[in-house]
Structures are given as C-alpha cells and as structure tokens.
C-alpha cells in the first residue's frame, strides 16, 4: 500500500496540479468542485483534469474507508439500508465481488447512496479514474474498491477476485457508516 500511496497516488496529484498551472481561475479549487464542473474545464485540459483528479479523487476516497482496526461489519442504519437493498451483508459483499470481476479492464467499484431516491444504495462499477463526482445523478460514495492492477498486483498476481475477497478484511465500516450517516445529513463529502 506504501508504494501504491507514494508513487500512484501522488503521480496523479502531480500531474493534475502541473496541467492546472497555466489556468489560474482553476486554482485554489478542490479535487471534487473541479470534478463537478469538469464540463467547464477548458477543453485542451478537460480529459486530463478528468483522470488525474479522478485518479487523485477515487484514491483520496480509497485511502479514507480503509483500516484494519475498525468495525468489520457496518452497523445501525447502514447494516438496515444494506439488508434492505440486498437480503444480507453476506449477498451485499457477493454482488460486490461479482461487480469487480466482471468489470472489464481497470477502474473502481463503488457502494453509493442515491439521494434522490430515498438513499437507496447502489454497487456501481465505473472505468478507468472516471468518479462518482461527474455523474448527473447524485450519487455520494460510501465504499470504494480500486480495480487497478497495481492495488493488487504484488500480492494477488491475476486474481482480482481473490484482491476483492480479501479487501473485507481492510475496510473500516465506522467511517463506511459515518459516510452514510453525513450523507443522509446532507454532507457532501468526498
């Protein structure tokens, strides 16, 4: 995770701040205002902005949800809302699971809540550093997973699904159910 944090998660920060530099009314602007106004970017740098925020967004989002000492299973509204749109945590972490595989190529899987339809929740699995930020329907994320080779390469060789069975084990449910929790407040929160 050192290397996956230093070098990928930082050439994206990088990057997105180098192709920044000659527009300064975008400066001083976060990650997720240039994500949801991508299409006011100027177009020369629109794609970049896209996938090195993406990039620097989703792994941002990735970095927050995981740790080893945190709840292993969601709890309260959460653990309710997830029984309620999947029968089980247990069926919730095979769509997910089944999600990720079956996604082709690299990107993320995601849990979001839907605001706009009475929080419903959502697995969704999206390309490349695309976000759940630059979707037309809200969608705030709770859970990330990353699809990347290089979050599970090293250990996990090919075996994506083995990468998504163990992830489990890294994710910290308390802020996963603090996220639903502000979202339901209204919080926008990255």
């Not at 996956?4 to 050439?11: E, N, S």
């Not at 975008?26 to 993406?54: C, F, K, M, S, Y």
């Not at 550093?129 to 090293?154: F, K, M, N, R």
Request: contains cysteine; aromatic residues 12%.
């Amino acid at each position: 995770m050192r290397l996956h944090h230093d070098a990928h998660h930082r050439g994206y920060v990088d990057k997105l701040n180098a192709v920044l530099e000659p527009y300064p009314a975008w400066h001083g602007l976060t990650v997720e205002a240039l994500l949801r106004r991508i299409d006011e970017v100027p177009e020369p740098i629109r794609a970049t902005v896209r996938n090195q925020g993406g990039g620097h967004a989703n792994h941002h989002f990735f970095w927050k949800i995981l740790g080893g000492y945190g709840a292993k299973a969601p709890s309260a509204d959460l653990a309710a809302a997830i029984d309620r749109e999947f029968g089980s945590f247990e069926q919730f972490k095979a769509k997910f699971e089944a999600a990720g595989v079956a996604h082709f190529g690299s990107g993320w899987a995601f849990l979001v809540a839907r605001p706009q339809r009475n929080f419903a929740l959502e697995i969704l699995t999206l390309p490349n550093q695309e976000s759940v930020l630059t979707l037309p329907e809200p969608a705030p994320g709770l859970l990330i997973c990353d699809l990347w080779e290089h979050a599970y390469y090293l250990r996990y060789q090919n075996r994506r699904s083995a990468w998504l069975h163990a992830f489990w084990d890294i994710v910290d449910w308390d802020v996963v159910g603090d996220r639903f929790d502000g979202i339901r407040a209204g919080r926008t929160q990255l």
